[in-house]
């Protein structure tokens, strides 16, 4: 299994241009998750789905959109970006059985700088 | 005050070492509790889950203190590969709709 993973690695972009990030998971995972990640700060909800077709707002949902479309993809759209969204990205994914709270699976992160 | 706090550290201790990190909450309702490990430019990986009783891996025992809010990361025997960032990590639902990651306490293990 791949587990999470996360397309593109890197990315730079002009303050305006707008970007995709994909997430995809192979374990079959109902929850997907965004986060972002500054230094000095923990790792804050973007958006999450709780499963195919459906998504939700998390801690700091402003400028970003995303979408679910398959269980195993979970999209996250920059319409037009700001220096402000220059972090580091990690998607990341659990899986939910019988009320057990699981642990979250990360990918390896999407490094975006804006300028 | 910030829902998960953590001493940023760094913590810098030499090999062989018994290091204690300790973690709070401020949400009394809680329902989960984990300690995840992030190295250098990577993604957070789950150390281990923290329980009511307490529970231990190998070198590493975690402790939950519900009364007083906070969990506790002790590690024993240090090794130069413990050498990471430790997230503390909260959900306050089974939904894990609300899971807050404490900023991460730096630890250097040296030789």
């Known amino acids: 299994n791949a587990g999470v993973t996360q397309t593109p690695k890197f990315r730079v972009l002009k303050t305006g241009q707008s970007m995709t990030l994909l997430c995809a998971q192979d374990m079959n995972h109902e929850y997907m998750y965004w986060y972002r990640q500054d230094p000095g700060m923990g790792l804050r909800l973007i958006h999450y789905s709780v499963g195919e077709g459906t998504t939700a707002k998390g801690e700091v949902p402003d400028g970003y959109n995303v979408s679910r479309l398959k269980k195993q993809n979970f999209l996250l759209g920059l319409e037009s970006a700001a220096p402000s969204q220059t972090s580091v990205y990690f998607c990341a994914s659990k899986p939910i059985a019988g009320g057990k709270d699981y642990e979250q699976y990360f990918g390896p992160g999407t490094r975006l700088t804006v300028t | 005050r910030k829902e998960v706090e953590q001493d940023p550290g760094p913590f810098n201790v030499p090999e062989g070492a018994t290091v204690a990190f300790n973690c709070t909450y401020s949400n009394s309702a809680s329902q989960s509790f984990f300690w995840y490990r992030q190295d250098c430019r990577k993604e957070p990986k789950l150390l281990m889950s923290?329980?009511?009783s307490g529970n231990e891996d190998g070198r590493f025992t975690a402790q939950l203190n519900r009364a007083s809010q906070y969990i506790s990361l002790l590690i024993r025997d240090s090794k130069l590969s413990d050498s990471a960032t430790y997230l503390c990590v909260v959900n306050e639902g089974t939904g894990g709709f609300k899971t807050i990651f404490g900023a991460g306490t730096r630890l250097f293990v040296k030789a």
């Open positions: 923290v329980y009511s």
